[in-house]
């Protein structure tokens, strides 16, 4: 399963907490590749995944392929990993980096989304 989102998403976040920076799509941001075509071009079953509620179904259909696999799924790039801990600085280094994120509403949303889900019961 390749997780596209089109950004180099860990150094992308690492630099938003660790030196208070707002993204920089110009060092950041990567083209699309189509991961699922390549797939079939080696021979191999290519599965695209765009909507969430798919996943599930597209894992069903990879597991009972009669060859190798690749999911190419495409997931939010301002979706946050967020650490199980966090210090004080890195807390600080990211309200800092909020204030000249291009995607401030996006991060904001998806930060918000990501928390309560994890302190919330019910669907994730």
Do not use: C
């Not at 083209?31 to 909507?51: K, M, S, W």
């Not at 690749?70 to 600085?89: A, C, F, G, M, S």
């Not at 995607?103 to 990501?114: I, P, R």
């Amino acid at each position: 399963m390749v997780l596209n989102n089109q950004d180099l998403n860990q150094v992308t976040w690492e630099e938003r907490v660790q030196l208070g920076a707002g993204k920089t799509p110009s060092t950041q941001t990567i083209p699309d590749f189509a991961y699922h075509t390549y797939a079939e071009l080696l021979g191999l079953r290519g599965i695209v995944v765009r909507d969430p509620e798919r996943v599930g179904a597209a894992w069903d259909e990879a597991l009972s392929a009669d060859r190798p696999v690749i999911l190419n799924v495409y997931t939010d790039p301002n979706v946050p990993p967020l650490p199980p801990h966090i210090t004080q600085k890195d807390a600080k280094n990211f309200m800092t980096m909020m204030l000249s994120e291009p995607e401030l509403g996006s991060v904001m949303k998806n930060t918000a989304k990501e928390v309560l889900a994890s302190v919330l019961p019910g669907k994730r």
